[in-house]
């Protein structure tokens, strides 16, 4: 399967995904400064929600350049990851709507961790493509990134999980501080040739 055109599709959706998140941010009736604040919950959101995607594009971008060819099965796992991903805006938008309410905050994780699989089992699937391609640097290259080995590891699930049920109870909002932590902490960091893919 043509590689270029599954990049360019994915590309676009994640753009239209992002273009419904700032679309979320209603402009005040006002015309006061203070007119804003009732905004900060969602812009709070919507810039984990950002991070959050542009991160996980980054990487996506990092896999990619780093395959030959795509196969079916990393094609439906693209297009898994991707619908995954467009429930972003749903959960952005109702967290912004009740920060610190457990509804909004236990849909976020539910998309959070659904994301997550679906994140884990494509970068599967393109590390398993470039090792049957005979590209084991690149497999390798994959199965290195910070992404996929915590994901890979259940120990730091086993962690995990039990600290954000228990902030989901108790402090909601707990939950967002989570997911920007890992974020930043571990998809944020890239392999030492991530920049120089295309030198």
């Known amino acids: 399967m043509n590689k270029t055109r599954v990049e360019a599709f994915t590309d676009a959706v994640l753009a239209i995904i992002?273009?419904?998140?700032i679309l979320e941010f209603k402009t005040p009736e006002s015309f006061s400064i203070l007119a804003v604040v009732d905004q900060i919950p969602y812009l709070i959101s919507y810039a984990v929600g950002y991070l959050f995607i542009g991160?996980?594009?980054?990487?996506?971008?990092y896999?990619?350049?780093?395959?030959?060819?795509?196969?079916?099965?990393?094609?439906?796992?693209?297009?898994?990851?991707?619908?995954?991903t467009s429930f972003i805006p749903v959960a952005t938008a109702?967290?912004?709507?009740g920060l610190n309410k457990q509804g909004p905050e236990i849909f976020y994780f539910g998309v959070y961790l659904l994301w997550s699989v679906s994140y884990f089992i494509l970068s599967y699937m393109l590390a398993n493509a470039n090792q049957r391609d005979?590209?084991?640097?690149?497999?390798a290259s994959i199965r290195q990134m910070a992404i996929y080995r915590f994901m890979?590891?259940?120990r730091m699930a086993a962690i995990q999980l039990p600290i954000t049920i228990a902030a989901l109870y108790y402090l909601p909002a707990l939950q967002m501080v989570i997911v920007t932590l890992?974020?930043?902490l571990v998809g944020a960091r890239s392999n030492?040739?991530?920049d120089r893919l295309f030198d």
């Open 94 to 97: 109702w967290v912004g709507r």
């Open 55 to 61: 991160t996980a594009w980054y990487n996506h971008h």
């Open 63 to 84: 896999m990619f350049a780093k395959t030959k060819r795509v196969t079916k099965g990393v094609y439906w796992a693209n297009n898994f990851w991707m619908f995954t």
């Open 134 to 139: 005979q590209r084991p640097e690149a497999a």
């Open 152 to 154: 890979r590891d259940w």
């Open 192 to 194: 030492k040739d991530s």
């Open 18 to 21: 992002l273009t419904i998140m």
């Open 182 to 184: 890992q974020i930043i």
